[in-house]
């Protein structure tokens, strides 16, 4: 059986992607594997299929369909490598898949460093919290209940079916994370009615790369985020931490209807460094 050994990603311009693939040393005949290119805008769901067939010894595909023109779109990639015999069929049993990629995945030592120092520095201080980060839909079946396909957006913004994405679903289902918050600053905003608005600056780690109005859950503390801007900290344009400007929700914001995982699986999951993620 063939295993993925490394998968390189690299954006040729905005609308085009390469994708590579090479496998650990082996007998095995490349001409006798297929290859299946899956993307996603999450690093770990949502992934489908935009090139199945591809011979193993291509090593390299072009994605010439981007699903959508954002400057906070993150692509992910997996390579999926299966056995085939004569007749196109896979053989069971013989199917590798790759972790999932994303542009510019590579890290220096120096990186490295930076990035495992923090995540130790989080967990050993007790500063850094257990929170879920849900990652907000951009792309996939539109909401039935709310989507105005003429003007192309949502018409209501508490909606149960798209939490006002305008996508089934909403978000993403969520990563655990650390994050380390700060005091939350207080004050009165004074438009057409007088609002309550909580500000607080926080500091996670590279993973997940976040974009404006994602949503956070504060494990322990039944508070929800949304993010407002992201400032990552970056060694030679490699990302190694991320600072947040989070806004509280109101009581009322429909994404506090968000499922969360329950209590076994939020304490038994265990955080990875993602380093290669």
Same mark, same amino acid.
């Given at each position: 059986m &063939?295993? $993925?050994?490394?998968? &390189?990603?690299?954006?040729?311009?905005?609308?085009?992607?390469?994708i590579?693939?090479?496998f *650990?040393?082996t007998v095995?005949?490349?001409?006798?594997?297929r290859? +299946?290119?899956?993307r996603?805008?999450?690093?770990?769901?949502?992934f489908e299929?935009i090139?199945t067939?591809?011979?193993?010894?291509?090593?390299?595909?072009?994605?010439?369909?981007?699903?959508? !023109?954002?400057k906070w +779109?993150?692509? /992910?990639?997996?390579v999926?490598?299966e056995?085939?015999d %004569?007749?196109?069929?896979?053989?069971p049993?013989?199917?590798?898949?790759s972790?999932?990629?994303?542009?510019?995945?590579?890290?220096s030592?120096r990186?490295?460093m930076?990035?495992?120092?923090?995540q130790?520095?989080f967990?050993?201080?007790? $500063?850094?919290?257990d929170?879920?980060?849900y990652?907000r839909r951009?792309?996939?079946?539109?909401?039935p209940?709310c989507y105005d396909?003429?003007q192309?957006r949502?018409t209501r913004?508490g909606?149960?079916v798209?939490f006002g994405t305008g996508r089934?679903?909403?978000?993403?289902?969520p990563?655990r994370v650390? $994050?380390?918050y700060?005091p939350?600053? *207080?004050?009165?905003v004074v !438009?057409s009615h007088l609002?309550?608005?909580?500000r607080?600056? %926080?500091t !996670?780690?590279?993973?997940?790369?976040m974009?404006?109005r994602?949503?956070v /859950?504060?494990?322990? +503390?039944k508070?929800?985020?949304?993010?407002n801007?992201?400032?990552?900290?970056?060694?030679i344009?490699?990302v190694?931490s991320?600072r947040l400007d &989070?806004? =509280?929700l109101? @009581?009322q @914001?429909k =994404?506090?209807?968000?499922?969360?995982?329950? %209590?076994e !699986?939020v304490?038994?999951?265990?955080? *990875?460094l993602?380093?290669?993620s």
């Amino acid at each position: 059986m &063939l295993i $993925i050994d490394e998968v &390189l990603v690299d954006a040729v311009s905005q609308k085009n992607t390469v994708i590579g693939w090479a496998f *650990r040393p082996t007998v095995e005949l490349l001409g006798n594997y297929r290859v +299946t290119i899956s993307r996603s805008l999450s690093p770990q769901d949502g992934f489908e299929s935009i090139a199945t067939g591809l011979r193993a010894d291509q090593f390299v595909y072009l994605d010439q369909d981007p699903p959508e !023109m954002s400057k906070w +779109t993150t692509l /992910y990639y997996k390579v999926t490598v299966e056995k085939v015999d %004569a007749a196109g069929t896979v053989i069971p049993g013989e199917t590798h898949v790759s972790d999932a990629f994303r542009i510019h995945q590579g890290y220096s030592p120096r990186a490295l460093m930076i990035i495992r120092s923090r995540q130790i520095y989080f967990a050993q201080l007790e $500063i850094g919290r257990d929170s879920l980060v849900y990652r907000r839909r951009t792309s996939g079946q539109t909401c039935p209940e709310c989507y105005d396909p003429v003007q192309q957006r949502t018409t209501r913004q508490g909606c149960p079916v798209c939490f006002g994405t305008g996508r089934i679903g909403g978000y993403y289902p969520p990563i655990r994370v650390m $994050i380390q918050y700060q005091p939350g600053q *207080r004050r009165n905003v004074v !438009m057409s009615h007088l609002t309550e608005e909580v500000r607080i600056q %926080a500091t !996670m780690g590279h993973f997940p790369l976040m974009t404006p109005r994602d949503i956070v /859950y504060e494990i322990g +503390t039944k508070k929800w985020y949304v993010v407002n801007t992201v400032s990552p900290k970056e060694d030679i344009r490699v990302v190694t931490s991320q600072r947040l400007d &989070l806004r =509280e929700l109101d @009581a009322q @914001a429909k =994404e506090q209807d968000l499922p969360i995982p329950d %209590a076994e !699986m939020v304490a038994g999951s265990v955080h *990875r460094l993602q380093v290669i993620s």
